[in-house]
């Protein structure tokens, strides 16, 4: 493989492991705009607004020629991540970053024993069942029920079952103080079709339609972000809910996303 002269870890400016309250500080002495996700924009002042904001991001793509699953795009994929260093920003603190990312087909394996052993019941098949990411607001058990109850019940007047919640595990020792402030808890809400699956903890087989199930899935998302983030508290936040594809970001840089996440994202080797 071509060396593309990545800058290792190593290399990276030194940053303490602990973020000082003069940091966190100051990333609140700039007054917040409520309306925004979290609070994470700046209010409009002086010339500012942040309606202004834009996205600039770099894509890129690896696939198996034939199609086949292979850990080893997950591992190519973290150069090509590094690749794209130049088309993000850094932060002042030179741990935040504006994001990165890596999308990659659904770790059946690994979720199907994650399911057994977390939620007590099996999964059915890859493409039977969809997971997603939603943020909610960190430390806050009682707001985390209601809000997961609103969601299951949108989903059972959709024809849709939510066979439970995986509480996803996170390692913010290397976040920067603007990351760590709004740090979300991060919970995988697993969805099957009623129809398809039953009411037990093992799927019963039922019919099942694909493009019914996609289309449920995307009228859920819809729905739950309007509602969850519109009409409870603007922390909610539902990402990629889907029966194929399985998406993880983070608030660093791009060289950093693998350092933390890679033992985290080994464990699907098994698909």
Avoid at 116 to 137: H, I, M, Q, S, W
Wanted: glycine share 8%; aromatic share 8%; with cysteine.
């Amino acid at each position: 493989m071509a060396d593309f002269g990545f800058r290792s870890q190593s290399e990276l400016p030194l940053v303490s492991d602990h973020v000082s309250e003069e940091q966190i500080a100051g990333f609140h002495a700039v007054e917040r705009d409520p309306t925004s996700w979290a609070g994470s924009l700046p209010a409009n002042q002086g010339l500012y607004l942040n309606e202004n904001e834009k996205d600039s991001c770099g894509v890129g793509f690896i696939c198996h020629i034939k199609g086949e699953h292979s850990h080893k795009i997950v591992s190519d994929a973290r150069q090509l991540l590094c690749a794209m260093t130049h088309r993000g920003a850094v932060g002042a603190d030179s741990r935040d970053g504006d994001g990165a990312g890596v999308m990659t087909a659904i770790p059946h394996h690994f979720f199907k024993r994650e399911a057994e052993r977390d939620l007590n019941c099996t999964l059915p098949e890859p493409g039977e069942y969809a997971v997603g990411d939603v943020f909610f607001k960190a430390n806050d058990p009682v707001q985390l029920q209601a809000h997961q109850a609103v969601f299951t019940k949108l989903a059972a007047d959709l024809g849709l079952r939510v066979l439970g919640w995986r509480e996803v595990p996170t390692d913010g020792t290397i976040l920067g103080p603007a990351a760590r402030s709004k740090e979300p808890a991060i919970h995988q809400p697993f969805v099957v079709l009623q129809s398809h699956y039953g009411d037990g903890n093992v799927s019963q087989g039922g019919t099942f339609d694909a493009k019914h199930f996609e289309r449920q899935l995307y009228v859920l998302r819809k729905h739950a972000t309007h509602s969850m983030f519109v009409f409870l508290i603007p922390w909610k936040c539902l990402d990629k809910l889907n029966a194929l594809a399985s998406v993880r970001k983070v608030l660093l840089q791009k060289v950093s996303m693998f350092a933390r996440c890679r033992p985290k994202i080994l464990c699907t080797r098994a698909n």
